[in-house]
């Protein structure tokens, strides 16, 4: 699969931790309950996870 970068709409995330629980190493939660990117970068499928469409990823 390939690499992308990703960014995360934090007004959109609900904080589910589907993201986390299905890429950890490249999600975290924040102190705010949020999700965010650990590295920037992550599967290009993974936009496809979030059920309220929070994950963008540029191609």
């Known amino acids: ?3 992308k970068k990703v960014t995360i709409d934090q007004s959109l995330c609900i904080g ?3 993201c986390v629980g299905v890429y950890a ?6 102190d705010a309950g949020l999700a ?3 590295t920037g970068e992550a ?6 996870i979030c059920p309220v469409g929070a994950i963008s990823v540029e191609d």
């Open 16 to 18: 589910c931790g589907t």
């Open 43 to 48: 599967d290009e499928e993974a936009k496809d």
């Open 1 to 3: 699969m390939a690499r």
């Open 25 to 30: 190493d490249d999600f975290t939660m924040n």
């Open 36 to 38: 965010e990117p650990i």
